[in-house]
């Protein structure tokens, strides 16, 4: 296999797509990369709110406590598969820290703990996930298909998640700010 030019891509970098991609899940998507090496990367989908009713038995959204969770497709891989990905800072076995403040993981305890506090942490339930193959990812970057952008507590739990997308390539700057205001349906331009 030959060679990838090495990008910037690591644990904690926002994948922003570019306008290139013009439909379907990644459309206006954000990614947080949680793992990236030779073998692979695998990232949460983190702009797309997702409007589900959810077992009571795996959880009753009308009980939480915790003004602070939302519910996101994390991708399209395993989409039954929920991962946590919030701010509460006590790292243990079950989390692993993926930038500044910002963490992934838990057991069943944790998520009743955090849920049920009135003062929890931000937590984004993400449903499902986004992977890449050896390569995949350095290949989709090098093409054009992604911009990157370093993450942050703010970006992550701050910014409202339909403005993202937008607010990332703002603070891009130049070319990056002028592709913010396309909208999001070019027929009506």
Request: charged content about 20%; overall charge negative; proline content about 6%.
């Amino acid at each position: 296999m030959e060679e990838l030019p090495t990008t910037q891509i690591q644990k904690g970098t926002l994948l922003v797509a570019s306008p290139d991609i013009e439909s379907g899940l990644f459309f206006r998507g954000v990614i947080l990369i949680c793992e990236h090496s030779q073998a692979g990367s695998f990232g949460l989908l983190i702009n797309k709110p997702l409007d589900i009713e959810l077992p009571e038995e795996i959880l009753n959204m009308s009980s939480v406590a915790n003004p602070h969770v939302s519910v996101r497709a994390g991708g399209p891989v395993q989409t039954n598969q929920m991962m946590l990905l919030h701010t509460h800072n006590e790292e243990n076995q079950e989390t692993l820290k993926i930038c500044d403040g910002v963490y992934l993981g838990g057991d069943l305890q944790f998520l009743q703990q955090i849920l049920s506090d009135e003062e929890g942490p931000n937590v984004h339930l993400c449903f499902g996930y986004a992977g890449w193959g050896s390569g995949q990812l350095e290949r989709e970057f090098l093409d054009g298909s992604w911009y990157i952008h370093p993450s942050s507590k703010h970006n992550l739990f701050e910014v409202p998640p339909e403005k993202l997308w937008r607010t990332l390539l703002r603070d891009m700057g130049g070319k990056y700010a002028t592709l913010s205001m396309i909208p999001d349906d070019l027929s009506v331009n």
